[in-house]
């Protein structure tokens, strides 16, 4: 058995409304965490509609520290009386209130203000432990509140991120199955097929409006529930999230997930002659590539990334861990002609090479 969101309200103008979610469920008390430097446009709002329903709030508490120990601090001044926690805003809110309600057992209402990535709706929830970055398991909310014009306008770059960690399900489905035959792991084919199906949904409508809005919230929720389907992250994350998170740990400067897994993304695809093209092509639709051109990574810490990579998880097989793979993955950094784009200068080889 699995749970899913209870209430989903993926609409133009859910913010306005929450109270009323709140109260129908009769969750008529609750604490709300939000993220430091929010909108106080948005703010302001979630308050009246909370205010207008009769929703006590013990706290509302900014986090700009998604710290394990923040959490458990949280967590211990809980009221009795509390029945919800509400997480509004980035990923650090909603990663600190998604755990302070796992460790509650209380609902937990996640409201997205940008679609950066799927953590709003996945159950895990990317905590730090004595500074260094984990995941660490939690439950799907029991409501997800999209308010589809807020998410319109976040900052493009929110909006690029989560188009990289959308795609990155092409090529963590394929090591996935990759895993099956070299390793034996088993592949649940339902949640394979779930995480496969969100992506090509926003594929074919690409767009900054609210209709994309609508289109990526809910291929990112879908592929959250992919991962509470199978119990494990693969229908999100395979060598394309290690090269992520080996960045996380050794960049003096890591950008935004979804940006340093989109990259990853069309590299891996490349190594496992997947939907390169495909890729290719919603990345520069997007203006993903202009983006990363405009800002671009460190050659040196992609290297030493990639060869980091394949330790960042025990037992986790990707096309990372076939023979010649990470060199390969590393020549195609100067070899590829996009790839070539997204560093700085310097560094780099001569070399011909060819551009997908």
């Known amino acids: 058995q699995i749970a899913i969101p209870s209430l989903v309200r993926v609409k133009v103008g859910a913010l306005g409304r929450l109270g009323l979610y709140l109260r129908r469920n009769a969750h008529r008390r609750a604490m709300v965490l939000v993220s430091k430097d929010m909108v106080p446009a948005y703010v302001d709002r979630v308050r009246r509609a ?30 009795k009386e509390t029945k919800a926690v509400i997480g509004l805003g980035g990923g650090k809110a909603l990663d600190v209130a998604k755990y302070v309600a796992f ?14 990535n799927d953590g709003f709706c996945s159950p895990q929830s990317s905590l ?6 984990r995941s660490l398991a939690a439950a799907l909310p029991f409501a997800v509140v999209v308010d589809l014009e807020v998410c319109k306008d976040a900052p493009r770059a929110l909006w690029l991120s989560g188009v990289g960690d959308l795609a990155s399900k092409i090529t963590a489905v394929f090591d996935w199955k990759l895993a099956f035959h070299a390793v034996g792991e088993p592949v649940d084919d339902f949640a394979a097929l779930l995480s496969d199906a969100t992506v090509h949904q926003f594929m074919n409508q690409p767009t900054f409006d609210v209709a994309g809005a609508r289109l990526l919230s809910t291929s990112l929720m879908f592929n959250g529930i992919a991962m509470e389907i199978c119990g494990s992250s693969r229908p999100a994350s395979g060598g394309e999230h290690l090269i992520s998170h080996a960045l996380d740990s050794l960049s003096e400067r890591p950008r935004l997930h979804g940006l340093q897994v989109g990259v990853a993304t069309y590299l891996m695809s490349i190594l496992q002659s997947n939907e390169t093209a495909r890729i290719d092509h919603l990345l520069h639709e997007t ?32 096309v990372l861990s076939q023979d ?33």
């Open 128 to 133: 730090t432990i004595q500074g260094r970055r």
């Open 50 to 79: 909370l205010d207008g329903d009769g929703i006590a709030c013990d706290d509302w508490i900014e986090i700009a520290d998604n710290s394990f120990e923040k959490a458990s601090e949280l967590f211990q001044s809980l009221r």
């Open 287 to 318: 203006g993903f590539w202009d983006a990363i051109r405009a800002d671009p990574f460190s050659r040196d810490e992609w290297r030493r990334a990639i060869r980091l990579a394949p330790s960042m998880k025990d037992d986790f097989y990707t």
């Open 103 to 116: 460790l509650s057992r209380l609902p937990y209402y996640a409201i997205p203000t940008s679609l950066s």
């Open 324 to 356: 010649g793979a990470v060199e390969r993955a590393i020549d195609l950094l100067d070899d590829d002609g996009r790839l070539r784009d997204c560093f700085e200068a310097g560094s780099s080889r001569t070399c011909a090479g060819s551009t997908h």
